[in-house]
C-alpha cells in the first residue's frame, strides 16, 4: 500500500470515527458519570463489534448485507429498537447524586462494555462502511494485507475519537453535582439516543 493511499485514506477515515453517533454519545455519557477510563474501557465492546464487522467486510459477507432487503431490513430495525430501548432506559433512570467517585465493579463494567456492542453490531451502516468504503483503497494484489492494515488504522483512529469523546464527557462532570444537572444529562442523552434509532428505523438501505 503506498504512502500516497495512506495519505487519502487516514483523514477520511478519521473523519468517519469522529462523526457524532450512538457510540460517541455513549461514551460521552458514560464518561461524564463514571470517569474517563470508564468510557475507554466501556469501549472495548465498540472495538470488538468493529473487529467482526471488518472480517465480515473482508470475507465478502458485507455485499449481501447490502444487496439483501431483507436482510438490511432486520439489522436496521432491531438495532433501532435497542437504541430506542436504551434511550428510555437513559431517560427514567434516577437522578442519583453519586458519591466523590461511583464505584464501577465488574458487572457495572461489564454493562457498559455491553451496551457499546449492542450499539455498533446493530447498526448496520457500520458495516457498510467497511464493505463500501474500504474497497477504495484496497490493493487487489494484496488483499488480506490491505484490509489488515485498514482495519487496523481505523481501529487506532477509533480509539483516538473514542479517548477525545470521553475526554468531552468529562468536561460535563461538574454537571454531575447537582441532581438538575444529572436530570439534565440523562434527558439529552436519553433523546439524542432515542433519535438515533427513530433515524436509523428510517434509513434506506444505500444503493451500489
Same mark, same amino acid.
Given at each position: 500500500m503506498?504512502?500516497?493511499t495512506?495519505?487519502?485514506?487516514v483523514?477520511?477515515c478519521?473523519?468517519?470515527?469522529?462523526?457524532?453517533?450512538?457510540?460517541?454519545?455513549?461514551s460521552m455519557?458514560?464518561?461524564a458519570?463514571n470517569?474517563l477510563?470508564?468510557?475507554?474501557?466501556a469501549?472495548s465492546?465498540?472495538?470488538a463489534a468493529?473487529?467482526?464487522?471488518?472480517?465480515?467486510?473482508a470475507?465478502g459477507?458485507g455485499?449481501?448485507?447490502?444487496?439483501?432487503?431483507i436482510?438490511f431490513m432486520?439489522?436496521?430495525?432491531?438495532?433501532?429498537a435497542?437504541?430506542?430501548w !436504551?434511550?428510555?432506559?437513559? @431517560?427514567?433512570?434516577? +437522578?442519583?447524586?453519586?458519591s466523590? $467517585?461511583?464505584?464501577?465493579?465488574?458487572? /457495572? *463494567?461489564r454493562?457498559?462494555?455491553?451496551?457499546?456492542?449492542?450499539v455498533?453490531?446493530?447498526?448496520?451502516?457500520?458495516?457498510l462502511?467497511?464493505?463500501?468504503?474500504f474497497?477504495?483503497?484496497?490493493?487487489?494484489g494484496?488483499?488480506w494485507?490491505?484490509f489488515?492494515v485498514?482495519?487496523t488504522?481505523f481501529?487506532?483512529?477509533e !480509539?483516538?475519537?473514542?479517548a @477525545?469523546?470521553a475526554? +468531552?464527557g468529562t468536561?460535563?462532570? $461538574?454537571m454531575?453535582?447537582n441532581?438538575r /444537572? *444529572?436530570?439534565?444529562?440523562?434527558?439529552i442523552?436519553?433523546g439524542?439516543?432515542i433519535?438515533?434509532?427513530?433515524?436509523?428505523?428510517?434509513?434506506?438501505?444505500?444503493t451500489?
Amino acid at each position: 500500500m503506498s504512502l500516497e493511499t495512506l495519505l487519502l485514506f487516514v483523514p477520511a477515515c478519521f473523519a468517519l470515527n469522529m462523526a457524532f453517533g450512538p457510540n460517541n454519545l455513549l461514551s460521552m455519557t458514560i464518561a461524564a458519570q463514571n470517569g474517563l477510563l470508564a468510557a475507554v474501557l466501556a469501549a472495548s465492546g465498540r472495538l470488538a463489534a468493529f473487529v467482526l464487522m471488518i472480517a465480515v467486510a473482508a470475507l465478502g459477507m458485507g455485499a449481501l448485507l447490502m444487496a439483501s432487503e431483507i436482510a438490511f431490513m432486520v439489522v436496521k430495525l432491531l438495532g433501532a429498537a435497542y437504541l430506542v430501548w !436504551l434511550g428510555i432506559k437513559i @431517560l427514567r433512570s434516577d +437522578a442519583e447524586l453519586p458519591s466523590e $467517585r461511583p464505584e464501577l465493579g465488574k458487572n /457495572g *463494567l461489564r454493562t457498559f462494555i455491553r451496551r457499546e456492542f449492542l450499539v455498533a453490531i446493530g447498526n448496520p451502516k457500520a458495516i457498510l462502511i467497511f464493505t463500501a468504503f474500504f474497497p477504495q483503497f484496497v490493493v487487489p494484489g494484496d488483499y488480506w494485507i490491505s484490509f489488515l492494515v485498514l482495519g487496523t488504522i481505523f481501529l487506532a483512529l477509533e !480509539l483516538v475519537a473514542i479517548a @477525545l469523546y470521553a475526554f +468531552a464527557g468529562t468536561r460535563l462532570s $461538574r454537571m454531575m453535582r447537582n441532581a438538575r /444537572g *444529572l436530570r439534565w444529562i440523562n434527558r439529552i442523552s436519553g433523546g439524542t439516543m432515542i433519535v438515533f434509532g427513530a433515524l436509523l428505523a428510517t434509513a434506506r438501505r444505500p444503493t451500489a
